[in-house]
């Protein structure tokens, strides 16, 4: 019930951003491409000097490397030009990664490994605001920006785990998901090409993601921060 505020807020912002209000409005699609780059190991959540983010606790008993979690990234933007100089734009993105992890000290009877897949998948929903210093109508066009995400994620461990109350070893699924909303800045440049504008984009998100008690992760949280680099293809009409 909390969260309702906010989304209801975040739809409120996307709706009076994309209502242009001069007659220099223009409209356009931009499409990017590129990599999402979860935060590192030392920028990950921390709660009274402690590390609370599933991943991070993870590597207290598993082998497996956060950078591992990189992966591409697609999505599409619907960009209104309010005047000269500001673009509101509503997005939608995706990211989805699987990464194979071991246990670190211990194997099965045979001398194999115990192994597990942990995947993360963040589906990104912005309503954002740009500032061009330059103008819509200079030859290369720099931009700013920011705005607020809500994140649609799921995260889930799949496979061979140890019960270390007794070392036993079992096969099971731990997942939790939901939406979780935070601020996003992003910069770049466009260079028009008829009615086409090609750039890049660099963009930071920052939001958790609250595991379910039951499920017994080893946090209580998953940390959906990150960079994402990419490529922009901006089609104006």
């Not at 935060?39 to 609370?52: A, F, T």
């Not at 192994?115 to 912005?126: G, M, V, Y």
């Not at 200079?138 to 496979?159: C, H, K, T």
């Amino acid at each position: 019930m909390r969260r309702l505020p906010v989304v209801v807020g975040f739809f409120a912002l996307a709706a009076s951003l994309l209502a242009p209000t001069t007659v220099h409005a223009q409209q356009s699609l931009n499409i990017y491409l590129g990599g999402f780059s979860p935060n590192g190991l030392d920028s990950r959540i921390r709660e009274n000097g402690q590390s609370n983010d599933v991943l991070v606790n993870n590597l207290d008993f598993l082998a497996f490397n956060i950078k591992d979690f990189k992966a591409g990234t697609v999505g599409a933007e619907y960009l209104v030009g309010l005047n000269e100089w500001l673009d509101a734009g509503l997005g939608v993105g995706v990211y989805k990664r699987s990464v194979p992890s071991v246990y670190a000290d211990f194997v099965n009877d045979n001398g194999s490994e115990i192994e597990q897949s942990l995947k993360l998948r963040i589906i990104p929903f912005t309503a954002t605001l740009r500032l061009l210093p330059l103008g819509r109508s200079a030859p290369v066009r720099p931009y700013i920006g920011a705005g607020i995400g809500a994140f649609n994620w799921r995260y889930s461990e799949s496979g061979a785990f140890v019960d270390f109350r007794d070392n036993s070893i079992f096969t099971a699924s731990f997942v939790g998901k939901g939406t979780a909303t935070g601020p996003v800045i992003l910069g770049g440049v466009r260079f028009p090409v008829g009615a086409w504008d090609i750039g890049g984009e660099v963009r930071y998100q920052k939001a958790e993601g609250d595991l379910p008690a039951a499920q017994e992760f080893s946090a209580t949280k998953v940390d959906l921060g990150g960079w994402t680099y990419a490529a922009t293809f901006n089609i104006r009409f």
